[in-house]
T-cell receptor, first 116, second 113 residues
Framework: EAGVTQSPTHLIKTRGQQATLRCSPI?????VYWYQQALGLGLQFLLW???????NRGNFPPRFSGRQFPNYSSELNVNALELEDSALYLC???????????????FGEGSRLTVL | SQKIEQNSEALNIQEGKTATLTCNYT??????LQWYRQDPGRGPVFLLL?????KEKRKERLKVTFDTTLKQSLFHITASQPADSATYLC????????????FGIGTKLQVIP
């Protein structure tokens, strides 16, 4: 069974540009979560999508946005990039919001965004 | 404000010994608490989940305790091996779902041969 896949692996942008990151969840999972992990910081919750709808978002400005497609894949868009947006962006998936048997989140390997 | 605290400094331990990592939280009433392992530049991997009505959970060489009175979870790795070297994250959720899963900064464990 394929795990959560993210693309691109690495992305280099300059200040003011836009970045688009993509995530494909595990087959059968309908919920997708986005986290930001800046150097030396913990995972910060960004967005949660379930069944195509944004269900919750973390304490991030509106220039962080995304969407979930009918096939449950998702993309994260970051507009007007700032230097502090440089981070590892992690996507996770799970069964429909709520507890699965083990309650775990399945993470992808992340997309490393560098803003110059 | 809500807070999760893990030893942010690295923990060095001799191979074969038991490693004990601590996760303290304030102003949360989590329905459950999870532990994840993260290797450098990789995504976290789920290890164990313990619910609020459970005191202890075991999986092979791993043991987790959960004290809701002390607001603390302890994560133990017995007979530690160099391959256990990684950053260990605790995460908790108080909603019963996934939308409020909050992660600690993690503790970096180094097992010395």
């Amino acid at each position: 069974e394929a795990g959560v896949t993210q693309s691109p692996t690495h992305l280099i942008k300059t200040r003011g540009q836009q970045a688009t990151l993509r995530c494909s969840p595990i087959s059968g999972h309908t919920s997708v979560y986005w986290y930001q992990q800046a150097l030396g910081l913990g995972l910060q919750f960004l967005l949660w999508y379930d069944e195509g709808e944004e269900r919750n978002r973390g304490n991030f400005p509106p220039r962080f946005s995304g969407r979930q497609f009918p096939n449950y894949s998702s993309e994260l868009n970051v507009n007007a990039l700032e230097l502090e947006d440089s981070a590892l962006y992690l996507c996770a998936s799970s069964y429909a919001g709520g507890l699965s048997i083990t309650g775990e989140l399945f993470f992808g390997e992340g997309s490393r965004l560098t803003v110059l | 404000s809500q807070k999760i605290e893990q030893n942010s400094e690295a923990l060095n331990i001799q191979e074969g010994k038991t490693a004990t990592l601590t996760c303290n939280y304030t102003n949360y009433s989590p329905a459950y608490l999870q532990w994840y392992r993260q290797d450098p530049g990789r995504g976290p991997v789920f290890l164990l989940l313990i619910r609020e009505n459970e005191k202890e959970k075991r999986k092979e060489r791993l043991k987790v305790t959960f004290d809701t009175t002390l607001k603390q979870s302890l994560f133990h790795i017995t007979a530690s091996q160099p391959a256990d070297s990684a950053t260990y994250l605790c995460a908790l959720d108080e909603s019963g779902g996934y939308q409020k899963v909050t992660f600690g900064i993690g503790t970096k464990l180094q097992v010395i041969p």
